[in-house]
C-alpha cells in the first residue's frame, strides 16, 4: 500500500520552541531592523542630497538601533552654527538675518548671478527659509516602502521558521 504517514511529532516541536520565543525573537528583530536603519540612511541621504548645495547635511545622517525599545532612529546631526540643519530643511525659518558668505557659496554654486544671490539673501532676511519636507518625502519613497515591507517579510518569515524549526529539517514524510 502507498500512503503517506503525519504524525504530531512537527506539532509537538513547534510547542515545544515556542517558549523559547524570548530567547529568538528579539535578535531575529534585532537583524533586521539594524539592517533597515542602514537602508533608511542611504535613502535619506539621497532625498537630502536633492536639497542641499553641500553634501553636509546629507553626510551627517546617522541610524541608531536601541536594542531595548526595538527602534531605530535616523536623521541628520548637522548643525547651522547653534541651530539643528535637519530642522531648518524640514520646517523653514522665520525671518532671519544670516551670513554673506553661506549664501554667496549657496547662489555660487547653482550658478547664480550676484543680484540674483543678493535677492535670496534678502528673502531669507524678509521672509526666512523655505522649508524643504525632507521627512515626508523620504517616507514617500517607493524604495522607502520596499526597504519596510522586505523588513516586515524578512521578520515574519524568519520567525515563522524558527517556530518549525529551531534548528534542522522541516518535516518528514515516508512513503510505504
Request: charged share 20%; net charge positive; proline share 5%.
Amino acid at each position: 500500500m502507498v500512503r503517506v504517514t503525519i504524525d504530531t511529532s512537527e506539532i509537538q516541536r513547534v510547542i515545544s520552541n515556542l517558549g523559547n520565543a524570548p530567547k529568538w525573537v528579539p535578535q531575529t528583530v534585532h537583524t533586521e531592523m539594524i539592517t533597515l536603519g542602514k537602508k533608511v540612511n542611504a535613502i535619506m541621504r539621497s532625498e537630502l542630497g536633492q536639497h542641499n548645495y553641500t553634501s553636509k547635511l546629507a553626510d551627517s545622517v546617522t541610524d541608531e538601533y536601541n536594542r531595548e525599545t526595538m527602534t531605530a532612529e535616523i536623521g541628520p546631526t548637522a548643525k547651522r552654527g547653534q541651530y539643528d540643519a535637519g530642522l531648518i530643511a524640514q520646517f523653514g525659518t522665520a525671518p532671519t538675518r544670516v551670513p554673506w558668505i553661506p549664501i554667496k557659496r549657496w547662489g555660487e554654486a547653482r550658478g547664480l548671478s550676484p543680484r540674483q544671490i543678493s535677492g535670496a539673501w534678502l528673502s531669507i532676511a524678509t521672509k526666512g527659509v523655505k522649508a524643504r519636507p525632507f521627512l515626508n518625502e523620504t517616507l514617500q519613497r517607493g524604495d522607502f516602502q520596499a526597504a519596510l515591507e522586505e523588513t516586515a517579510n524578512k521578520i515574519g518569515m524568519r520567525l515563522a521558521a524558527q517556530v518549525f524549526v529551531p534548528s534542522g529539517v522541516i518535516g518528514v514524510a515516508t512513503t510505504e
